[in-house]
Structure formats: structure tokens, C-alpha cells
């Protein structure tokens, strides 16, 4: 009885929405902001990829492409976790939770959205960039999203599709795969770990409520994600290092990331000592920063 009292009281709300809170809802369904930083790592890869001349429409198509590919995915996670996001403070908000959109708009949303996205990489891009489009949707919509409920190891799952996006940059803009998008790849790949762990562990209240398996949430102690902050950060430096010495970007560049590298480290191990959710908070604060100041200094410096 009680679902059933939720239910009408969502079909009153959604009936009660005007057009412009209803198209709000649709547009809050995007994640804008995670939509702009994941358009933002794109341009970035196209334009190292570029290397010459940058061909400006072609990086027009490649930011509506990606554009509508991150806004659908997202879209498709919100359908998804929508009973899981109605249990949790930080997204009890969210439109379906809230109410304000029924499942089966967001569904059709969505999949209209990662459609969209297919044929329009498909056509005015390239066959490959949209080929690593359907990853990302099988990898993160199929795979990661349903896995955070099962197990720790989804982080790892999700990191995948989650560093494709400086990849698949610098695809749309040669058409090929080289070994610098994926030293691209990596740089955001071993980034997410110390960021969403610190998210975990801020949250890790609400994802156990939620019956999320993050790693925070899993253990007692916080020792074993404390390790992995600081190691996953360890590793990044070096990785991030490489893009001045495979030619891609020069020494300005070189040092600067090693300088944003220790900071990183710095608070990753500030978190590991003290095990506290502020200094969770500053962390998941400083790798927000850290990943576009690093992207800009590479494209600003590159060779």
C-alpha cells in the first residue's frame, strides 16, 4: 500500500509540473556539470590529437556527440538507481526520486539520447569514436551500474568506461588509436580511484543504507581504501608524466604535473592517516581541480 501511495503521490506531482520545471527535470537528468568535465576531457584529447590545425567544426560535432552520449548514459543510470537514489539524502532530489519525471520518460530519454549520440558519431564523426561510444553504454549502463550493488570491484569496472573520454577525443579528431590516447586513458583511468573513494568514504553512511558495495562501505576500519587512495595516486604521477616523454606536451608541462601529483599525494595521505570525512572532502576538492588544470597545461605546452 505504502509503494502504491508513493506512486499516485509521483503522478500527482508530475501532473502538477509546468513546461519549464518539466524540461528542467530533463535537463538535471544530463548531470550537467559531470556532462561539462567529460566534454571538457574530450576537446581536450581531440586537440592533442590534432596536432596541427584543429579542425573547429569537427570538434563542434565531437562536443554535441559526446554531448549526448554523457547525457544519456546519465539519464540510463538515474533510471536504474532511481529506488536505490530515493534512499540517499545526497540524491533523494534527483527528478525521479523527487518524483517530477515517472520512470518511463527517463527511459525513453535516455535511450533516445545514447541513439542519438550512435548515429550522430556515427555520421559526422567517425565509425571508431562511436564504436567506443557503445562502450562506454554497455560498460557503464549494463555493466557498472547494476554491479555497485553486488560488489567493490565495480569501482574498477566503471573506471573503464569513465577514461574513455580523452580517448575517444583524440579519435574523433585522427580517426585511429595511438598509444598517446591511451596514455590519455590512463591519466583519467588511476584518477577516478582516489576521487570516488573519497566521495565513498564522505557518503559511505548513505551508499551502506543504499546497499551500494564501495569499498568504504565494505570495511570497518577504512584501512584498505586508505591504501588504495595512496597507491592509485603513486601510480598516476609517473603515468601523468608521460606525455613529455613521449613528445606530446614539453617540460612546462613535465613539472607542473609532478607538482599537482605530490599535492594530489599530499592529501591522499592526509585522508589515509586521519581517516576523517573532511579531509575526504578536500581530497575529492583538490582532484576535481587537479584533472582539468592538468589536461590544460598539457594542451597549452604540447609539442
Known amino acids: 500500500m505504502e509503494s502504491i501511495a508513493v506512486g499516485l503521490k509521483q503522478d500527482v506531482a508530475i501532473e502538477n509540473l509546468s513546461m519549464r520545471e518539466r524540461l528542467l527535470a530533463f535537463y538535471e537528468l544530463t548531470k550537467p556539470r559531470i556532462t561539462f568535465l567529460i566534454v571538457l576531457m574530450a576537446v581536450a584529447g581531440f586537440i592533442l590529437g590534432s596536432r596541427g590545425q584543429i579542425d573547429f567544426i569537427l570538434l563542434g560535432h565531437t562536443v554535441v556527440g559526446i554531448s549526448l552520449l554523457c547525457s544519456g548514459v546519465s539519464t540510463l543510470n538515474q533510471y536504474i538507481e532511481r529506488t536505490i537514489d530515493a534512499v540517499m539524502r545526497r540524491t533523494e532530489t534527483r527528478p525521479l526520486p523527487a518524483g517530477k519525471l515517472s520512470?518511463?520518460?527517463?527511459?525513453?530519454?535516455?535511450?533516445?539520447?545514447?541513439?542519438?549520440?550512435?548515429?550522430?558519431?556515427?555520421?559526422?564523426?567517425?565509425?571508431?569514436?562511436?564504436?567506443?561510444?557503445?562502450?562506454?553504454?554497455?560498460?557503464?549502463?549494463?555493466?557498472?551500474?547494476?554491479?555497485?550493488?553486488?560488489?567493490?570491484?565495480?569501482?574498477?569496472?566503471?573506471?573503464?568506461?569513465?577514461?574513455?573520454?580523452?580517448l575517444m577525443g583524440w579519435t574523433a579528431a585522427t580517426n585511429e588509436l595511438h598509444i598517446s590516447a591511451l596514455v590519455l586513458f590512463l591519466i583519467q583511468f588511476f584518477w577516478q580511484f582516489p576521487h570516488f573513494l573519497a566521495i565513498a568514504w564522505m557518503y559511505r553512511e548513505d551508499?551502506?543504507?543504499?546497499?551500494?558495495?564501495?569499498?568504504?562501505?565494505?570495511?570497518?576500519?577504512?584501512?584498505?581504501?586508505?591504501?588504495?587512495?595512496?597507491?592509485?595516486?603513486?601510480?598516476?604521477?609517473?603515468?601523468?608524466?608521460?606525455p613529455t616523454l613521449m613528445g606530446l606536451s614539453g617540460l612546462v608541462y613535465f613539472f607542473s604535473a609532478l607538482i599537482l601529483g605530490l599535492i594530489f599525494l599530499?592529501?591522499?595521505?592526509?585522508?589515509?592517516?586521519?581517516?576523517?570525512?573532511?579531509?575526504?572532502?578536500?581530497?575529492?576538492?583538490?582532484?576535481?581541480?587537479?584533472?582539468?588544470?592538468?589536461?590544460?597545461?598539457?594542451?597549452?605546452?604540447?609539442?
Open 207 to 242: 551508499y551502506a543504507k543504499a546497499g551500494i558495495k564501495m569499498l568504504p562501505v565494505v570495511e570497518d576500519d577504512g584501512s584498505i581504501t586508505a591504501r588504495q587512495m595512496v597507491l592509485y595516486t603513486l601510480t598516476l604521477i609517473p603515468v601523468s608524466l608521460l
Open 103 to 166: 520512470p518511463t520518460q527517463a527511459l525513453l530519454f535516455g535511450v533516445g539520447l545514447c541513439f542519438a549520440a550512435e548515429i550522430y558519431m556515427t555520421v559526422l564523426i567517425n565509425p571508431l569514436t562511436a564504436a567506443f561510444g557503445i562502450s562506454v553504454i554497455v560498460g557503464y549502463v549494463l555493466l557498472y551500474t547494476p554491479l555497485k550493488t553486488r560488489t567493490s570491484l565495480s569501482t574498477i569496472i566503471g573506471a573503464i568506461p569513465g577514461a574513455m573520454p580523452p
Open 266 to 303: 599530499y592529501s591522499s595521505l592526509r585522508v589515509a592517516r586521519t581517516k576523517s570525512r573532511q579531509e575526504a572532502r578536500h581530497l575529492m576538492l583538490v582532484s576535481v581541480l587537479y584533472l582539468p588544470v592538468l589536461f590544460v597545461l598539457m594542451i597549452v605546452n604540447r609539442q
